[in-house]
T-cell receptor, first 110, second 116 residues
Framework: TQLLEQSPQFLSIQEGENLTVYCNSS?????LQWYRQEPGEGPVLLVT?????EVKKLKRLTFQFGDARKDSSLHITAAQPGDTGLYLC??????????FGPGTRLSVLP | DAGVTQSPTHLIKTRGQQVTLRCSPK?????VSWYQQALGQGPQFIFQ???????QRGNFPDRFSGHQFPNYSSELNVNALLLGDSALYLC???????????????FGPGTRLTVT
């Protein structure tokens, strides 16, 4: 079973600061997704990365997929209170179901 | 266009009881997956339904069962409830073709189940 680790587990920062959260596995990802989940809501898909070394940008969010496809990072520039939430990474192997990491809980203070 | 909807929003049950949760997928989607999210953890895959059949199953006991209807909506049934079944139950819908490519799925808001 492929396990995903995420770090840090918790992160509390001030508005305007930059941050990076990480997702790692001992196995190679076939694809990897990042989600954000707010309290009382289901996860919302932010991005899917499939190619080693791939970098995707979504406004102030930058997603990077490791060259070996065993790790990924999410960088947020100039964080805002609206970025507060649980950030989850998820991956799957071809023909298998998705596995989620435990998440990084981000709190951005005004 | 309505997204994924789930009912009820919250539910309180007693140990040993049975519960049924419901999910309507996003318009145009034909595949429904169910996840259990315990407090402070990421979602764990329970099973997936496509063409009214269970196609994949995670590491959950037979007390967890499901059904998919011809209109693609789905139910999750849990029998003989345990305290440890208390969690947020999430439904995710997708289009079968996306499963073969990137497996993009859209989640509903979840049903919060509390077992006392």
């Amino acid at each position: 079973t492929q396990l995903l680790e995420q770090s840090p587990q918790f992160l509390s920062i001030q508005e305007g600061e930059n941050l990076t959260v990480y997702c790692n596995s001992s196995s190679v990802f076939s694809s990897l997704q990042w989600y954000r989940q707010e309290p009382g809501e289901g996860p919302v898909l932010l991005v899917t990365v499939v190619t080693g070394g791939e970098v995707k940008k979504l406004k102030r969010l930058t997603f990077q997929f490791g060259d070996a496809r065993k790790d990924s990072s999410l960088h947020i520039t100039a964080a805002q209170p609206g970025d507060t939430g649980l950030y989850l990474c998820a991956s799957r192997r071809i023909g298998q179901n998705f596995v989620f990491g435990p998440g990084t809980r981000l709190s951005v203070l005004p | 266009d309505a997204g994924v909807t789930q009912s009820p929003t919250h539910l309180i049950k007693t140990r040993g009881q049975q519960v049924t949760l419901r999910c309507s997928p996003k318009s145009g989607h034909d595949t429904v997956s169910w996840y259990q999210q315990a407090l402070g953890q990421g979602p764990q895959f329970i099973f997936q339904y496509y063409e009214e059949e269970e196609r994949q199953r995670g590491n959950f006991p037979d007390r967890f069962s499901g059904h998919q209807f011809p209109n693609y909506s789905s139910e999750l049934n849990v029998n003989a409830l345990l305290l440890g079944d208390s969690a947020l139950y999430l439904c995710a819908s997708s289009n079968r073709t996306s499963v073969l490519i990137s497996y993009e799925q859209y989640f509903g808001p979840g049903t919060r189940l509390t077992v006392t």
